[in-house]
């Protein structure tokens, strides 16, 4: 048995959630957010015999898509810089980050 942790952002979980239902995937999923970015994300949690781990796997990545945004870098307060104006900048999100754990005991009370 593994466990699965998956991060996905939050304009992909909703897809991602359907396909788990339809492949009778039970998953745990939490609201996250981004250290970077500081926006939303979905964390799952699933618990999934060892078979079975490519089939998430490839649930997940083909629900989790990369896209661009723009971002405004934080303002710099520094006295010496005056006049600077922080700019929106394109940066590339989405996609998923996923960790594949081994798990010794699952128990269900």
Known sequence: MKLIIAIVQDKDASQLSDQFIDANIRATKLSTTGGFLKSGNTTYM????DQ???EVLAMIKE???SREEFMTPPVNLDASMEGTTAYPVKVQVGGATVFVMPIEKFQQF
């Open 63 to 65: 629900a989790s898509h």
């Open 46 to 49: 699933i618990g999934i015999d």
């Open 52 to 54: 079975r781990v490519d």
